[in-house]
């Protein structure tokens, strides 16, 4: 029988070695895995963490090590690219930051052995991702294990996979369940059993074959559906290789019954019923953690997605932890599983992406939670060109040569022309659109959206990103770019009323769930994270907007009163604004009602006095949630947006009456001549900065501005760490000189339709 040993405990680990250690390196620091070597300075802005290559040693004695005939180290994660060097020789190399691989070390084995990864998180041209709004942390960030299993085994060194493929097709109350098993150094005289158990370990379909009967099909008689988030049903196949009646090898996998179709009209359908996905992206890093993550870690995510109601989970932009896609099955949610092809093709990296769809598919293949591949993300963000379309076509064919059970889809960039041929090759679509934070305002979604689906009625569309920054600061008047908690609040409910609206849309992806790490950025306050979460990094708060999405999906009866963090007010009469899933809310204070109001939205505005002391209480059935508000002469400073490390401050800008400073919104700016020749003549410089036309890599046309144009120009300039381009101070106080000299636009004409306008 195989044995698996986990061997994530005490490695050397060197950042300053030159070269694979000849013995082993007493002197090195030791480490536990999972570990990453980017936990801070990936973090922590400035675009500069360590990317390059590291060390891991391990010493491994036989001795300790179960007895069988083949052994093989498994890597879960190795990011990005990793050489695996056994005794002084190397054997084996694996590129890919986010999926598992395999060495075989039977025949170097000896008594006392030496045990070296060099892991790389490096630049090159040949490894997805390279350029992407979050931090590559270098390291052996996921489980090491070593399997030692029998001459003739289930295979261990196809692409990362089990060695077994389980694929159920609902027929009826039934199910016919077609079970493949990929075998090494089998002999004759061997035999297979295959079983079916229920999920209280009952066998409800049994077969025994010969060795050589690697594919049989089993049926379930009154099949359990999974039926998503409603009863997520999970069935085991297992398969046994025997000989004379002692089990050699044994795998198994668990897997789901369902059926779906994405229908360009009623969205997602499960099991034949609609079933609306709604839901959250999620990336896996975390606060002081990085990628280097417990299975606590990932149970409490997933606690916090079902909390929040949703149905359906983008786990971006990557191949994530097993564990976190067998929570998926267990928990019902559905889920977009994707590659790191992303941001800008590029052209010697292509087999790369096959390689790394080839891992994705082949290793997760038994999740029923998943229901699409995502062949790429924002991918003509710098342009397209043929070879990027050849490359879809061929790893939108891979996908299906390697699953004819789900379709394919990509997340499009905001300005992406609707036409783009790109569009035409995977099975359906989603748009990433940031109307209402980056550019364009939050009314432009829905209509964009409509727009599309009149025009291509056929090709189901979602929206695989929408979201908003909001920080610990606020305001009682949110705007666009404020980077407040309330604005991001007004931001969902907004979208929410939108999108939630729309049958059609196949689905819906928040980005993102939670905050993450994006050491690049150097934005509200807070550098090297992008706080687009509706759950802070840490995972300690959730933010008001949260609530607005658990008030619409969750059946968990709760009131939540949104401003917690924004106690001390001045105005006298202030906005309350409530967020429940039951329909009747009454708001008290001191004790006395202020009003009861009955919603369908789920959300209620109440106006309530602001008067010394007050202690507010919602009450909403049986459920109530309460603050203390304080009435204040002026606003408290700590409210206010204060950049870190900022080469200049919002406050610090001279802004004459009637005339432009760098606090005002590029969009506004570009609507006069002069404001639009002194910003291109400024970013021209900043193209200079860059490398060659671009800044790191990006090209500032026309259509990446009309996206950014709801940012004042100051925000903007500090967006562009993203890019790699620091702004001096003196660059900005010219500019700032200069604007201060266009007086504005008295008849500014109406904003424009937005991008990817058909
Ligand atoms: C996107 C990207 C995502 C970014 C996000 C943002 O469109 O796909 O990786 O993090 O925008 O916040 O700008």
């Not at 001279?654 to 590029?666: H, I, M, Q, R, V």
């Amino acid at each position: 029988m195989r044995q698996t040993v986990n061997l994530n405990h005490k490695w050397a680990f060197s950042k300053e070695a030159a070269e694979v250690p000849a013995e082993f390196p007493k002197n090195w620091v030791f480490v536990n895995l999972p570990h990453t070597w980017n936990a801070i300075d990936g973090q922590d802005g400035g675009n500069d963490y360590y990317r390059g290559t590291c060390y891991y040693a391990k010493q491994i004695l036989k001795s300790e090590l179960p007895q069988n005939a083949r052994y093989y180290l498994e890597f879960c994660g190795a990011n990005a690219s990793a050489q695996v060097y056994w005794n002084g020789e190397c054997i084996g190399r694996h590129d890919g930051g986010y999926s598992t691989f395999r060495t075989e070390i039977s025949e170097a084995l000896q008594e006392e052995n030496l045990l070296v990864v060099s892991v790389d998180n490096g630049e090159n041209e040949t490894v997805y991702p390279q350029m992407a709004d979050f931090t590559f942390y270098g390291g052996l960030y996921r489980d090491v294990n070593l399997i030692a299993v029998s001459d003739a085994h289930f295979d261990l060194e196809y692409y990362g996979g089990s060695g077994i493929a389980v694929t159920p097709t609902v027929q009826g109350d039934s199910a016919q369940v077609r079970v493949q098993v990929f075998l090494n150094s089998v002999k004759k005289g061997q035999s297979l059993f295959y079983c079916l158990q229920d999920r209280d370990g009952k066998h409800v379909s049994e077969a025994v074959c010969t060795a050589d009967c690697t594919e049989v099909t089993m049926e379930i008689p009154k099949v359990h559906l999974w039926h998503g988030r409603k009863s997520p049903y999970l069935y085991t196949a297992c398969a046994e290789l025997r000989e004379n009646g002692e089990v050699l090898d044994r795998v198994s996998a668990r897997f789901g019954c369902r059926s779906f179709r994405i229908d360009a009209e009623k969205g997602f359908i499960l099991n034949g019923e609609p079933y609306p996905l709604r839901g959250v992206s999620r990336h896996q890093d975390r606060w002081g953690l990085g990628n280097a993550l417990l299975p606590e870690h990932h149970e409490e995510d997933m606690d916090l997605i079902c909390e929040l109601g949703a149905t359906t989970v983008r786990l971006a932009h990557y191949q994530h932890d097993r564990y976190f896609y067998d929570l998926c099955d267990e928990r019902g949610l559905v889920v977009w599983a994707e590659i790191p092809y992303i941001s800008k093709h590029m052209p010697k990296a292509s087999e790369n992406a096959e390689a790394q769809l080839r891992e994705l598919i082949v290793q997760n293949y038994n999740h029923p939670s998943i229901v699409v591949w995502g062949l790429s993300n924002e991918i003509t963000m710098n342009g397209s060109d043929a070879d990027l379309l050849e490359t879809h076509k061929h790893l939108n064919a891979l996908a299906h040569e390697l699953d004819s059970t789900r379709p394919t889809t990509v997340a499009v960039v905001s300005m992406c022309d609707m036409h783009d041929p790109y569009l035409k090759i995977p099975d359906v679509i989603s748009y990433n659109h940031y109307f209402g934070w980056y550019g364009g305002d939050t009314a432009m979604n829905g209509p964009w959206l409509d727009r599309f689906h009149e025009t291509f009625p056929d090709l189901p569309i979602g929206v695989s990103e929408y979201g908003c920054e909001g920080l610990d600061w606020h305001t009682s008047d949110p705007v666009q770019g404020d980077y407040t908690e309330e604005y991001q609040a007004y931001y969902h409910e907004e979208l929410i009323k939108q999108l939630f609206t729309r049958p059609y849309l196949w689905a819906t992806h928040v980005w993102n769930m939670f905050d993450f790490g994006a050491d690049a950025r150097n934005e509200g306050g807070e550098n090297g994270q992008n706080h687009k979460g509706l759950v802070t990094f840490d995972r300690k708060y959730k933010k008001d907007a949260f609530y607005a999405y658990k008030a619409w999906l969750s059946d968990e009866p709760f009131v939540h009163i949104c401003g917690k963090r924004y106690t001390e007010r001045t105005e006298e009469v202030t906005k309350v604004t409530v967020y429940s899933n039951l329909p009747t809310v009454e708001l008290f204070r001191n004790g006395e009602s202020i009003d009861r109001q009955t919603s369908r939205e789920h959300f209620f505005y109440f106006d309530v006095p602001n008067i010394g002391e007050s202690r507010i209480e919602a009450v909403a059935g049986e459920v109530t949630d309460g603050f203390v508000l304080q009435k204040v002469d002026s606003f408290p400073e700590k409210y206010r947006l204060k950049e870190k490390g900022a080469v200049l401050n919002w406050f610090d800008i001279t802004a004459p009456e009637g005339y432009f400073s760098l606090n005002d919104k590029l969009s506004e700016i570009l609507e006069t001549d002069e404001g639009k020749k002194i910003f291109f003549t400024f970013a021209e410089a900043l193209n200079r900065k860059g490398k060659g036309e671009k800044i790191a890599g990006f090209t500032m046309g026309a259509d990446m501005l009309k996206m950014l144009g709801g940012f004042t120009v100051l925000r903007l300039t500090g967006l562009l760490g993203t890019a790699g381009v620091q702004v001096e101070k003196d660059e900005l106080l010219e500019l700032n000189r200069q604007l201060n000299q266009i007086p504005r636009a008295s008849n500014i004409a109406p904003s424009d339709e937005g991008a990817g306008t058909p």
